[in-house]
């Protein structure tokens, strides 16, 4: 479980839990693994989800939003293709600006970087 350490003594180690009050000791000897946070890195995977939801987000919205800007709130009564541009045009720039939006977002994401410590711990 993830807490902090505050104390290490010589047969046993103090922790607090994350979100309680409190310390908890933990036997030296009962330990079988030991990890400690050492910073935190970006997740690629977050960030080509990212770049994926964000890019058919602003394709969608913009085949929709595309064909009101360019016939300016109705195309009814234009011929069978009016609109077309604006949707082509919309899917393009919304999937550009959704999938840079998205790219962004995702890119903030962050992962913790674990470092094991080798145990036993050294004698104090």
Do not use: M, Q, Y
């Not at 990890?35 to 960030?47: D, F, T, Y």
């Not at 890019?55 to 009016?82: D, H, K």
């Not at 939006?101 to 890119?107: C, D, K, T, V």
């Amino acid at each position: 479980f993830a807490s902090g350490v505050t104390a290490l003594g010589r047969d046993t180690l103090a922790l607090r839990p994350l979100h309680v009050t409190g310390d908890v000791a933990v036997p030296l000897a009962s330990l079988t693994r030991l990890e400690v946070k050492r910073g935190s890195h970006a997740n690629a995977l977050s960030v080509i989800a990212g770049v994926t939801f964000g890019a058919l987000g602003g394709a969608l919205l913009g085949v929709f939003v595309g064909p009101v800007i360019e016939c300016g709130g109705s195309c009814s009564g234009r011929g069978e293709f009016a609109g077309l541009g604006g949707a082509l045009g919309g899917l393009a720039l919304g999937g550009l600006a959704g999938a840079i939006g998205g790219g962004i977002l995702g890119s903030h994401s962050r992962v913790p970087n674990w470092a094991p410590v080798p145990l036993p711990l050294p004698e104090r």
